[in-house]
């Protein structure tokens, strides 16, 4: 009767040690939407469960007179960010001011083993700064980090809008702003962006 009783107790904590290990697994590995609480456990997903990362992949241009800003997103799946996972937005662009290259990072985005310089995929509703006066209430943007590589010091994002009411071409509405403090090395270094801050109407190519 002894050994019955202590195979069965010992039975029993293997299938509680089993059922709170699985329990645990579950709540690590729980899927939810890209605006799901940043509270949830290390492990979980952030799934774009309804492809609304989609419509703003590809190449966008912003052209007023000889000043062009061109910027390319592409969608990742499962990416880790911070001991979870999210899908993505990244992208690269490039600026020309009075006919003349500021800036590009185009290429970067056939580098698998380079940190894009914009990510994210965060949603933005119509009164997360910056505001989008004439949003729609239930209107989703998403919010990114940007990046200038030669300012990485400073702390920008950009927020990209797809505008419903534009469909050929298919138009987007990208503010860059200024998203933190930021420390400059010295008292000599730029405090913007070499892409200026505000909004640029976008058209998809």
């Known amino acids: 009767q002894l050994i019955k009783y202590i195979i069965m107790k010992t039975i029993n904590r293997i299938f ?39 419509k703003f992949e590809g190449t966008w241009v912003y052209t007023n007179g000889n000043t062009i800003l061109t910027i390319t ?20 662009y490039s600026y020309i001011e009075n006919g003349e290259e500021v800036v590009n990072t185009l290429s970067n985005l056939n580098n698998s083993t380079t940190q894009k310089n914009i990510g994210g995929s965060y949603i933005h509703k119509k009164t997360d700064y910056p505001a989008c006066g004439d949003c729609t209430e239930n209107e989703r943007r998403i919010d990114m980090y940007f990046n200038d590589p030669e300012r990485s010091y400073l702390s920008d994002g950009i927020v ?15 503010v860059i702003y200024q998203s933190g403090g ?24």
């Not at 990209?160 to 990208?174: Q, S």
């Not at 270094?189 to 801050?197: F, G, I, N, T």
């Open 182 to 205: 930021g420390i400059l090395p010295d008292e000599n270094s730029p405090d913007v962006p070499r892409v200026p801050y505000g909004t640029y109407i976008m058209e998809k190519q």
């Open 73 to 92: 997103f592409e969608k990742e799946e499962y990416v880790s960010v911070r001991n979870k996972h999210r899908d993505y937005l990244y992208g690269e």
């Open 160 to 174: 990209v809008r797809y505008l419903l009411d534009e469909t050929n071409p298919e138009k987007l509405e990208v």
């Open 16 to 54: 509680i040690l089993i059922t709170v290990s699985l329990f645990a697994l579950s709540c690590k590995a729980q899927t939810l939407g890209l605006d799901g609480s940043h509270d949830s456990p290390d492990g979980t997903y952030y799934k774009d469960l309804n492809n609304e990362l989609d």
